[in-house]
Nanobody, 115 residues
Framework: QVQLAESGGGLVQPAGSLRLSCVVS????????MRWFRQTPTKLRELVAS????????YVEDFARGRFTISRDNGKGTLYLQMNDLLPEDTGVYFC????????WGQGTQVTVSS
């Protein structure tokens, strides 16, 4: 059974940082590209960043470029999202997703950026 477990969210002040983690099980993590999505109060679920299976190619959406970094540890079966210089509009629920199991979603982790 494919499982995705996001963690690391919380309440942070503007310009603060958070590191999200996603522990996966039930499929070949090291063989799948992975993505982070978010769902904000004003938008449908949107892509934040993606990383290939080997971890040597990453893509970050314009709104996050220069602030967010996606990475992975295939040995630990874990995906990360380092978020720096957070803005109030980054508030939302963040989800990880596997390209090879795109219909499967975890519960997400809530990120709230507020002073």
């Amino acid at each position: 059974q494919v499982q995705l477990a996001e963690s690391g969210g919380g309440l942070v002040q503007p310009a603060g940082s958070l590191r999200l983690s996603c522990v996966v099980s039930g499929f070949d993590f090291s063989g799948s590209a992975m993505r982070w999505f978010r769902q904000t109060p004003t938008k449908l679920r949107e892509l934040v960043a993606s990383i290939n299976a080997g971890g040597d190619y990453t893509y970050v959406e314009d709104f996050a470029r220069g602030r967010f970094t996606i990475s992975r540890d295939n040995g630990k079966g874990t995906l990360y999202l380092q978020m720096n210089d957070l803005l109030p509009e980054d508030t939302g629920v963040y989800f990880c997703n596997a390209a090879s199991r795109s219909s499967v979603w975890g519960q997400g982790t809530q990120v709230t950026v507020s002073s």
